[in-house]
C-alpha cells in the first residue's frame, strides 16, 4: 500500500508535465491564448500548495521527518525578495501576473518552485517515470517542429522573412530549442549510463531525433549549452571508463550535424563563423550593438539602469518599463525581456534575489555532479547544465521552465538512506 501512495506523487507531476504539452499545442494553434495558460498555472500552484501541505501533515502524523537541504533555504529567500520586488514593482499587476505575450509573473514563478519541490520528494524509483514523460513530451514536439520546417501542413506554422520556424508547441525557436536541450541532455546521459544493448539502440535513435530538433531551431546557445554538456559527458566518461558509449554518442551527432548541415535543413552552423568574429571584436572591445541578435544593445542598456534599480529591481517581469517612458527600442524592435535570464533577474527582482537563485542553482548543481559520480548516474545532472549556461542567452518561458524546474528537483534526493 506505501508504494501505491508513493506512485501518486509521480503520477501527478506526470499529468502537470503532459498538461504543459497540451496547453502549450492549445496557445501556438490558437485556441487558447497565453494569457489563459498563465492562469491555469495559477491554479495548479493552488492544488500544489495544498498536496505540501497534506504531504508535510502526514509526515508529521506520522512522525517521520522530512529532509530538509542547503537549497530550501536559498528558495525561501527567492521567495521572499521576489515578494518585495512584486511590492515595489513599477507596475504591480504586471509583477505578479506577468507582461502580455510572456505572463511569467510572482505566481507562475511560484508554480516552478511548487513542481521543484514536488519533484524533489518523489521517491528515488519512481524518478525515470517523470524523465520519460519529459521525453516524451519533448519528442511530440520535435516531430511536430520537424513537419514546420518541411513546411508540411496541417501543422501551424510561422514565417520569418518567408521561410517557416521551427518552433514546436512554444511562440519562439529559441525556446523550442531550450526544450530540446533538456530533452537531449536527458536522453544522453541514458545513453551513456545504460548498459543493455536494446535500451542503448532506442536511447541512440532518441538522441538522433533531439539533436535534429535542437539543429533545426537555429538557436547558437543551445549549441553553446550542449557543448558544454559535451565536454562534462567526456570527463564523466573517461572517468568512468564508458568509452565505447561516448564514441557511439559522438558519431550519433557528428553524422545528424553533417547531413543536416550538407542538405541545408539548418542554417546555424553557417552562423557560427559570423558569432565567432563577433566574439573576437567582443574581446577586442569593438562590440556593435547589433552584435548577437541585438544582444549587445540589450546588455549595454541595462546594465546602466541597474545601480539604480540594484536593491529590488523594477519588478518581475517588468523589464518592458525599466526604461522610463520609452521601452528600449532597436529600429523595430521593441525589447521586453533581457535575453539573459540572469541580467532579467538581476533588473528586475534585485541584487538579492540574483545572489539567492545563483546559490539555490549552484548548490543542486555541485551536489547534481557529485552524485553522479558516486551513483554513476549522469542524466540527472546533464539537463541542469545545459540549461544553466544557454540561460546566459535566453530566457525563461511559461513553456519550457516547467520542465527545467522538475529537473532540478529529481536532482535532489530527500531519502534519508541514499544520502
Aim: glycine share 6%; aromatic share 16%; hydrophobic share 50%.
Amino acid at each position: 500500500m506505501q508504494k501505491n501512495n508513493n506512485l501518486l506523487l509521480p503520477i501527478y507531476l506526470i499529468l502537470n508535465i503532459l498538461t504543459t504539452l497540451v496547453c502549450s499545442y492549445l496557445v501556438i494553434d490558437k485556441t487558447i491564448n497565453l494569457y489563459k495558460l498563465s492562469r491555469l498555472y495559477i491554479v495548479m500552484l493552488v492544488i500544489n500548495i495544498i498536496i505540501l501541505v497534506i504531504m508535510l501533515i502526514k509526515n508529521i502524523i506520522q512522525k517521520k521527518k522530512t529532509s530538509y537541504k542547503s537549497s530550501d533555504l536559498f528558495l525561501l529567500f527567492i521567495v521572499i525578495f521576489s515578494l518585495i520586488s512584486a511590492c515595489f514593482a513599477i507596475n504591480t499587476k504586471v509583477a505578479f501576473f506577468g507582461f502580455k505575450g510572456r505572463y511569467e509573473g510572482f505566481f507562475q514563478i511560484m508554480y516552478y518552485f511548487s513542481l521543484f519541490l514536488l519533484a524533489s520528494l518523489t521517491d528515488k524509483q519512481y524518478r525515470k517515470y517523470i524523465v520519460y514523460a519529459i521525453i516524451f513530451s519533448g519528442f511530440i514536439e520535435c516531430i511536430y517542429a520537424i513537419l514546420q520546417i518541411k513546411g508540411w501542413l496541417p501543422v501551424h506554422i510561422q514565417y520569418r522573412n518567408g521561410n517557416p520556424w521551427a518552433n514546436g508547441f512554444t511562440i519562439n525557436p529559441n525556446f523550442f530549442g531550450t526544450l530540446m536541450l533538456l530533452c537531449l541532455s536527458y536522453v544522453i546521459g541514458l545513453f551513456i549510463d545504460s548498459d543493455d544493448v536494446n535500451t542503448k539502440i532506442v536511447f541512440g535513435l532518441l538522441i538522433a531525433v533531439f539533436m535534429i530538433g535542437l539543429l533545426i531551431s537555429n538557436t547558437l546557445s543551445v549549441l553553446v549549452g550542449l557543448s558544454i554538456v559535451y565536454i562534462y559527458v567526456l570527463i564523466y566518461s573517461i572517468k568512468n571508463k564508458k568509452y565505447f558509449n561516448f564514441t557511439i554518442l559522438t558519431a550519433i551527432l557528428a553524422i545528424i550535424s553533417i547531413t543536416l548541415y550538407a542538405t541545408g535543413d539548418t542554417y546555424l552552423f553557417k552562423s557560427v563563423a559570423k558569432t565567432n568574429n563577433q566574439t573576437v571584436d567582443i574581446i577586442k572591445g569593438n562590440a556593435q550593438d547589433n552584435y548577437g541578435t541585438n544582444r549587445i544593445f540589450i546588455w549595454r542598456n541595462t546594465l546602466k539602469i541597474v545601480p539604480e534599480n540594484l536593491l529590488h529591481g523594477v519588478g518581475i517581469d517588468n523589464f518592458y518599463y525599466a526604461f522610463g517612458k520609452k521601452p528600449l527600442t532597436m529600429n523595430k524592435w521593441v525589447f521586453d525581456k533581457a535575453h539573459n535570464e540572469y541580467l532579467q533577474i538581476l533588473i528586475c527582482e534585485g541584487v538579492f534575489s540574483l545572489i539567492a537563485y545563483l546559490i539555490f542553482f549552484g548548490v543542486i548543481t555541485i551536489k547534481g555532479i557529485k552524485k553522479s559520480y558516486e551513483n554513476k548516474e549522469i542524466y540527472l545532472i546533464l539537463p541542469i547544465i545545459g540549461y544553466l549556461v544557454q540561460a546566459f542567452f535566453n530566457i525563461s518561458v511559461l513553456e519550457v521552465a516547467p520542465f527545467f524546474y522538475i529537473a532540478l528537483g529529481l536532482c535532489i534526493n530527500r531519502e534519508k538512506t541514499n544520502k
